[in-house]
């Protein structure tokens, strides 16, 4: 997974947790894609402090994943459905009992990860 949605989706499920400044910085920094400096301007604060702040943000958010597996877990059943949808894409060509036992393999999978 690239760095800018594995941050993206890390805010989406943790961000919550950051205080309002945080959030701000970060979400002006990771999701408008502004510069360090153009955030400093406006927040009026040095271009290092905001650099500081995602950073610590960062690590704060990929801390909260590494406890809760949330992000992990969201991914690992997107891939699974994706893979139910490709047994049913292809389901004329399958034995009735094979695709129902494939796709019943797979949603124990998923409910495993829950």
Do not use: W
């Not at 805010?11 to 002006?28: N, P, R």
């Not at 502004?34 to 995602?54: C, P, W, Y």
């Not at 399958?94 to 949603?107: C, F, H, M, N, T």
Request: with cysteine; hydrophobic share 35%; glycine share 6%.
């Amino acid at each position: 997974m690239n760095e800018i949605l594995e941050q993206a989706l890390l805010y989406d499920f943790y961000g919550e947790l950051l205080t309002e400044h945080q959030k701000e910085i970060y979400e002006q920094f990771v999701l408008e894609d502004l510069s360090l400096g153009e955030i400093a301007a406006e927040a009026g604060i040095s271009r290092q402090g905001v650099h500081d702040l995602v950073k610590r943000c960062s690590r704060t958010l990929k801390g909260y994943e590494d406890k809760l597996h949330l992000v992990g877990k969201f991914v690992s059943i997107k891939e699974k459905v994706k893979r139910i949808d490709e047994l049913l894409d292809g389901y004329e060509e399958r034995k009735p009992r094979e695709l129902v036992a494939d796709i019943r393999k797979i949603s124990d999978e998923i409910i495993e990860e829950l």
